[in-house]
Structures are given as structure tokens and as C-alpha cells.
């Protein structure tokens, strides 16, 4: 079974900081999926970005970006530029791929400061 | 661009009742899943369905089933209601072929009394 372990509970920063939030995962899988979900206080899940394990660049969405290390099976966000917007849970996902569930980490509640 | 739908999108039940949310994918998208969100908790899966057919179980009580019809919808059946399964529940859905990324509904979210 996988597991995903984000090892920051709450992080804090002033708006137009850079912000890495961190997530490692264990599996024995070579081909899987990994995302970063944001859950604003309406509770709603929304897609940041995701990367393929079989590709080694870097994904990059706008602000967001992850700096995937395969071998050390780690998976961090990148915000630059924050923004008030971007206060909410983030979570990182971990999916076999197919109609496989996706098993998340506990989250990281980021804050945004004016 | 058009999103999971749920409903309902509140539910109030007392204990032992039945309940049953429903969920309508992305179209063209031929996969769902759910999952069980608590307070304070990361959402925990349950089951997913690819074409009509169960693909992947996760912490499925035995007390709920689910079931994926032939327009792609699918609907979570959950019984003898417990106080502990007041909860947000998320259905998403995915294209097999496709990028295999999962986009979320806006869940439904129930109480149980």
C-alpha cells in the first residue's frame, strides 16, 4: 500500500513570498501519478497540478510548480508570487493510475498574511 | 467547461435511516470514484467504477454500496446510518484513456442526527 506523508501541518508566509510546501510518498509502483489538490474553506477539492512518474521535467502551472525527485520519492509545491486566493489545504495525492483511489497526505493548511 | 455534479448538496438523516447521494460526471468521462472526507481529515476513498463495473475498493463500510449506471452516473447507496458517518462526500471523475487525473464535484455534504 502507498503512503503519503506531508510533514508541515500549517505554514504561514506575506503575500508575494515563495512558499515550498513538502510531501514525500513511499510505493513500490515504477508508474504512477502524483498531484497537488487545494481545498479553499468552501471545502471544494481543486486541482493545482500533477506530475507522471515516467517523466523527469518538472510540472509547471502559472505561479505553481513541483520539484519531483523520483529516487528520493519526494514531491514539493512551489508558489510564487502568493496570494491572499491562495489560503486554503493543500494536499498531495498519490495514484497508481487507472481507476485507482487516490491516497492523499494529511495536508498542509497554508496562510496567506496581507 | 462543465464540472462533476452532486446531489444533493446537503443531507439531513437521523440514525439507521438510508441514504443516497448521486453523482454525474464530466462528460465523457467513463470512471468515478468517492470518497469520505471528515472534519479535519484528508478524503478518505471508497470505491471507483470504469465503465459500469467496479474497478477499485478502498474503506467501504459494508453498510454502503455503489453502483455505476449506463450513463456514466453513479450513486452511493449508504444504510443503517451511524453519527460517525456525518461527512463530506466527494465524488470525482476521470477519462481512462485520458490524463488520468481526477477532478472533484462539490461534494454533498451530510449529517447524520
Known amino acids: 500500500a502507498q503512503t503519503v506523508t506531508q510533514s508541515q501541518p500549517e505554514m504561514s508566509v506575506q503575500e508575494a513570498e515563495t512558499v515550498t510546501l513538502s510531501c514525500t510518498y513511499d510505493?513500490?509502483?515504477?508508474?504512477?501519478?502524483l498531484f497537488w489538490y487545494k481545498q479553499p474553506p468552501s471545502r471544494q477539492m481543486i486541482l493545482v497540478i500533477r506530475q507522471e512518474a515516467y517523466k523527469q521535467q518538472n510540472a509547471t502551472e502559472n505561479r505553481f510548480s513541483v520539484n519531483f525527485q523520483k529516487a528520493a520519492k519526494s514531491f514539493s509545491l512551489k508558489i510564487s508570487d502568493s496570494q491572499l486566493g491562495d489560503t486554503a489545504m493543500y494536499f498531495c495525492a498519490f495514484s497508481g493510475g487507472g481507476a485507482d483511489g487516490l491516497t492523499f497526505g494529511k495536508g498542509t493548511h497554508l496562510i496567506i498574511q496581507p | 467547461a462543465a464540472g462533476v455534479i452532486q446531489s444533493p448538496r446537503h443531507l439531513i438523516k437521523e440514525k439507521r435511516e438510508t441514504a443516497t447521494l448521486k453523482c454525474y460526471p464530466i462528460?465523457?468521462?467513463?470512471?468515478v470514484y468517492w470518497y469520505q472526507q471528515g472534519p479535519g481529515q484528508d478524503p478518505q476513498f471508497l470505491i471507483s467504477f470504469y465503465e459500469k463495473m467496479q474497478s477499485d475498493k478502498g474503506s467501504i463500510p459494508d453498510r454502503f454500496s455503489a453502483q455505476q449506471f449506463s450513463d456514466y452516473h453513479s450513486e452511493l447507496n449508504m444504510s443503517s446510518l451511524e453519527l460517525g458517518d456525518s461527512a463530506l462526500y466527494f465524488c470525482a471523475s476521470s477519462l481512462m484513456q485520458g490524463e488520468e487525473t481526477q477532478y472533484f464535484g462539490p461534494g454533498t455534504r451530510l449529517l447524520v442526527l
Open positions: 510505493t513500490s509502483e515504477n508508474n504512477y501519478y
Open positions: 462528460p465523457r468521462h467513463d470512471t
